[in-house]
């Protein structure tokens, strides 16, 4: 088994900053590529920051220049920080991941549970 796990969302100002972590776990091979994306409310899900294994990244054009995905290889972890946070960033953020189960040794797309960010104006 293998589990995606979300934490930090929350309700911030317009301006503000909040940091998501994801942290995976459970028969775990490898790591290939992780990502972020968000759901609003009536909108389908978009990808939002992606990162590969070896720490290329890639930003829909929404968030480049307020958004950082970043990863912790060692922890198994994702990261995505966020600044500058706008009303129309308020969605339920869910982590990606594709992952190799090392009992089966089969690659695998996982998801986590989504975790709630709220933007105020």
């Known amino acids: 088994q293998v589990q995606l796990v979300e934490s930090g969302g929350g309700l911030v100002q317009a301006g503000g900053s909040l940091r998501l972590s994801c942290a995976a776990s459970?028969?775990?091979?490898?790591?290939?590529?992780m990502a972020w994306y968000r759901q609003a409310p009536g909108k389908q899900r978009e990808l939002t920051a992606v990162?590969?294994?070896?720490?290329?990244?890639n930003y829909a054009d929404s968030v480049k220049g307020r958004f950082t995905i970043s990863r912790d290889n060692a922890k198994n972890t994702v990261y995505l920080q966020m600044n500058s946070l706008k009303p129309e960033d308020t969605a339920v953020y869910y982590c990606?991941?594709?992952?190799?189960?090392?009992?089966?040794?089969?690659?695998?797309?996982?998801w986590g549970q989504g975790t709630q960010v709220t933007v105020s104006s």
């Open positions: 990162i590969t294994s070896s720490g290329n990244t």
């Open positions: 459970g028969s775990i091979f490898g790591i290939n590529t």
């Open positions: 990606n991941a594709e992952i190799v189960n090392s009992i089966r040794l089969v690659r695998g797309d996982y």
